[in-house]
């Protein structure tokens, strides 16, 4: 998005987004993304974090804001797909399920994330440094609950990105 829209058109664009949501839910407007079986509000924390970390990141860390998205597209929904298809080790915050396949699941896609972002930058990422960034990543992704993560994920990893990388 920040190649295309700039970091006001970003925001603008989170918070229809969030109104849309409102009125969807509102009046039964796009049941399916309101018809998970749990309690949450991840549709909305998701238009928030990407308008934050628009409001954060924009315009000077582009490629931090795009490792955001990315990690908040590919991370999180692979924890959510193989923690719910994969319950291994299941583990419950204020009655939300968790497992540790969907943790584990979340590390490994951010390492990777992390790596081939790191590489098509340029950069020259130490291996340590990757995997305590990623386990703290995955750390505050399995602690989340009702889909706050989609708001915090995004933008602490955008923060994250450029505190180890500059």
């Known amino acids: 998005m920040p190649f295309f829209i700039d970091k006001i058109g970003i925001m603008i ?6 109104v849309l949501f409102v009125l969807s839910r509102n009046f039964g407007i796009f049941s399916s993304i309101h018809g998970v079986s749990r309690k949450t509000i991840g549709e909305f924390s998701m238009a928030a974090g990407v308008g934050i970390s628009a409001a954060v990141l924009l315009p000077s860390g582009i490629i931090a804001f795009v490792y955001g998205m990315l990690i ?4 999180d929904t692979s924890a959510n797909i193989i923690g719910s298809k994969w319950k291994i080790w299941e583990f419950k ?17 951010s390492i990777m994330i992390s790596y081939f972002t790191a590489h098509y930058v340029g950069l020259d990422i130490k291996l340590d440094m990757l995997l305590i960034f990623c386990l703290i990543l995955t750390l505050i992704e399995a602690v989340h609950i009702f889909g706050l993560d989609n708001l915090s994920i995004p933008v602490i990893s955008g923060i994250f990105w450029n505190y180890f990388t500059y």
């Open 72 to 75: 908040l597209s590919f991370a």
């Open 93 to 109: 915050i204020m009655s939300q399920s968790k497992s540790i396949g969907g943790s584990i699941a979340f590390f490994l896609c």
């Open 13 to 18: 664009l989170s918070g229809l987004f969030i």
